[in-house]
């Protein structure tokens, strides 16, 4: 198995989590906190699609899907187009809300589609490529994605966490 393709099996288990985590609730459940300063479901999957569109659009050298989709205008959320959720507050996860999944799932449907039209392109050695530099040690490609996958799996987890809790 190449990396490409243990990276692209990777991906896909964002997506297949999320939809499951998602699927079937309501507006309610979806901006539900259990607690006063909780996540929602909806900010933990608007963010880690937010996230995964915004890192690897940048090491694609690709627009985001968010702005080139129009994305940002069907969501049409308090924030700066830029904005990934990192560093929210409780009021700004609170501004994030949609009235069904579907638009999450149709949003993170595309995000993914563009992630693995860039990953099919990869080699492995495409992966030793440094990325960011304001790190000690440089951060590689590979490490970069590792990194998108690891956070947005913590997040599907978190919410069909508490998809559980609420249901």
């Known amino acids: 198995m190449r990396s490409r ?3 692209l099996y990777a991906y896909d288990q964002i997506q297949g989590t999320l939809k499951r985590a998602l699927d079937g609730l309501t ?10 300063e909780a996540n929602t479901i909806a900010w933990l999957a608007w963010h880690l699609v937010r996230v995964q569109d915004d890192h690897v659009a940048e090491v694609a ?3 985001q899907v968010w702005k080139a989709g129009g994305w940002a205008r069907r969501f049409d959320l308090p924030f700066d187009d830029d904005a990934t959720g990192y560093g929210f507050g409780p009021d ?5 809300r949609v009235e069904s999944p579907q638009l999450l799932l149709d949003y ?11 990953l099919r392109g990869l080699s492995d050695d ?3 490529r440094v990325v960011d530099e ?23 987890g978190q919410a069909a966490y508490l998809r559980g809790l609420l249901t």
């Open 108 to 118: 993170a449907a595309a995000v993914h589609e563009q992630s693995k039209d860039f």
């Open 134 to 156: 304001r790190w000690d040690p440089p951060v590689t490609l590979g490490v970069r994605l590792v990194s998108v996958l690891s956070d947005d799996l913590q997040h599907t």
């Open 27 to 36: 507006a309610e459940q979806l901006t539900a906190r259990v607690g006063p």
């Open 61 to 63: 050298g690709r627009e």
């Open 92 to 96: 700004d996860v609170a501004a994030v």
């Open 126 to 128: 495409d992966l030793d």
């Open 5 to 7: 393709d243990l990276l």
